[in-house]
């Protein structure tokens, strides 16, 4: 069905200005790349929902791909730098995903090191790979 699909899930505040805000920046930007973009908000706790946006193409368009696939590092670049982290994240951004937490990437790179030094289990997930524990 050529039928192409790619989503960005947001952990926002469980406020309604701060879910407003998230969709309405990402509706803005959907609307400059003249893409539709859907949303599904899911209660993961007490404090926090998770902003689902979903991207749907055609993948046989060479245009409209290239289109999605902007957009899609768009909103995942500009609400990380807004503060906003994603819950999981797909493989197009597995690279870039804890650009603002390097602390926590450095952690996990150590303890992945401690538990996989070999890097057997999901190599490069993430963009956790294996660090030597601190002598």
């Not at 991207?55 to 791909?65: H, Q, R, S």
């Amino acid at each position: 069905d050529h039928c192409g699909g790619i989503w960005a899930g947001i952990v926002v505040s469980l406020e309604g200005k701060e879910v407003q805000h998230v969709v309405a920046h990402c509706r803005t930007l959907a609307a400059r790349k003249k893409l539709d973009i859907n949303f599904a908000l899911m209660v993961a706790g007490p404090r926090s929902v998770i902003v689902l946006t979903s991207l749907f193409y055609d993948k046989t368009d060479a245009d409209e791909t290239a289109r999605v696939l902007a957009l899609y590092n768009e909103i995942a670049e500009t609400t990380q730098a807004q503060g906003y982290q994603q819950y999981r994240t797909s493989t197009a951004y597995m690279d870039r995903i804890f650009s603002n937490a390097p602390e926590f990437k450095d952690l996990a790179c150590r303890i992945k090191g401690l538990l996989d030094p070999q890097n057997i289990l999901a190599p490069g997930k993430y963009g956790i790979d294996p660090l030597p524990p601190h002598r």
